[in-house]
């Protein structure tokens, strides 16, 4: 069973996230909160595994509501589930430690299954918010200097949330390479996992 807390100021939204959760089977909904203070109140009294957040709350920024929770609850899982997709408010998100962004343009089996993902340790996103994050790699001359082509390209689909076998399948090697190529790129970018890979590829010029 995974557990969900749920932050947005819009009560249909809350209530209909809630009605999805509850009717599936291996989830359950621990609490509803319509802004930042409520939650950062609330969450810490009743943890859950899962955090769905809006980018914009009515009394602070999502990024930094998740933030402060993670200080606190520093096993949370939290996924940006907004329709803001400013390149700034996607990486300032991912520094403040969310490990997904997804949209709020969604269909109910997208919304389990990237909850699935970010319990599992992945780092799911909506292919607009992908695509964004692949873009500013692009468009720096040369934002990871140390990694390979190779590397590089690992580490956009990594960005992308795909897992080690569909890297593989995308770059057509096996997972045991995809697993040598990132245990270079993380020992490049001296991180020791996605999510800090993430982060650090997101300080290196990308905000």
């Known amino acids: ?3 969900v807390a749920i932050v ?8 209909g996230i809630q009605g999805i959760l509850e009717s599936s089977d291996g989830f ?7 802004d930042g203070q409520s939650a950062l109140a609330g969450i810490p009294e009743h943890p859950a595994e899962v955090l769905l957040i809006e980018a ?12 402060l929770l993670l200080d606190e609850l520093p096993g949370l899982r939290a996924i940006m589930f907004t329709n803001s997709l400013g390149e700034e408010q996607i990486f300032a998100a991912f520094k403040a430690g969310a490990l997904g962004y997804i949209s709020k343009v969604f269909f109910p089996s997208y919304l389990l299954n990237a909850i699935r993902e970010v319990k599992a340790g992945g780092a799911p996103m909506s292919p607009a918010v992908a695509k964004r994050v692949v873009r500013s790699f ?3 001359d040369n934002p990871l200097p140390s990694l390979s082509k190779r590397e590089y390209d690992v580490m956009a689909l990594l960005c992308k949330g795909y897992s080690y076998r569909k890297i593989g399948e995308r770059l057509f090697v096996s997972p045991n390479t995809v697993r040598f190529h990132l245990k270079n790129i993380y020992r490049k970018l001296k991180v020791n996992s996605r999510h800090e890979a993430l982060i650090k590829a997101a300080r290196v010029g990308m905000v």
């Open 1 to 3: 069973m995974i557990s």
């Open 56 to 67: 914009d709350l009515p009394d602070m920024q999502g990024a930094d509501c998740v933030r």
């Open 28 to 34: 359950c909904c621990l609490g509803l909160y319509a």
């Open 8 to 15: 947005d100021a819009k009560r249909d939204v809350r209530e």
């Open 138 to 140: 692009s468009q720096l």
